[in-house]
């Protein structure tokens, strides 16, 4: 009866920590952004991969809106990359970090812990590149594993 219980317990506090992440605002820091690229700093994302397409797609447009991000239909970057902001800027040193050019000040880098990578297929299709799958948008809006 305590197993019951106890793992009663655990996966009522596992579903609650869920439903709270998941629910969570998603703090932008900071966007770094070229002719080609858009760097995107946040504190977290969802935690699943599909949560964090849903949320690109429903904040996108408020994203582009107040960040002046030029959408890929008018010529916008072709990759969007977000990173996770993590413990801040830091200074370039002899780790694998990404430095952004249009800082004037020597902390201008962070540790490279990509959460997701948003650029187009060939057909136009939108895709999102995690670390060890992809997925694209279809034309119905339906979200798809992109097959290799």
């Known amino acids: 009866m305590k197993k019951i219980i106890s793992l009663s317990l655990i996966s009522i506090v596992l579903v609650s920590f869920y439903l709270w ?3 969570s605002a998603v703090n932008i820091i ?3 952004q070229n002719k080609y690229t858009a760097e995107i700093l946040v504190d977290r994302l969802p935690l699943t991969e599909r949560s964090r397409i849903k949320w690109w797609v429903g904040n996108r447009k408020e994203i582009e809106g ?3 991000i ?3 239909e008018n010529g916008g970057p072709d990759y969007i990359t977000i990173y996770k902001f993590g413990d801040g800027y830091k200074k370039e040193g002899k780790e694998d970090r990404l430095c952004f050019d249009d800082m004037d000040t ?3 880098c ?3 812990d990509i959460l997701m ?3 187009r297929t060939r057909e136009g299709l939108e895709r999102f590149t995690f670390s060890d799958s992809s997925y694209v948008i279809s034309g119905d809006g339906v979200i798809k594993p992109e097959l290799k």
Request: aromatic share 10%.
């Open 70 to 72: 030029v959408s890929f």
């Open 106 to 108: 020597e902390t201008n």
């Open 110 to 112: 962070i540790d490279k």
């Open 21 to 23: 992440h998941e629910n």
């Open 30 to 32: 900071a966007i770094h």
């Open 66 to 68: 107040k960040y002046r």
């Open 117 to 119: 990578t948003i650029s």
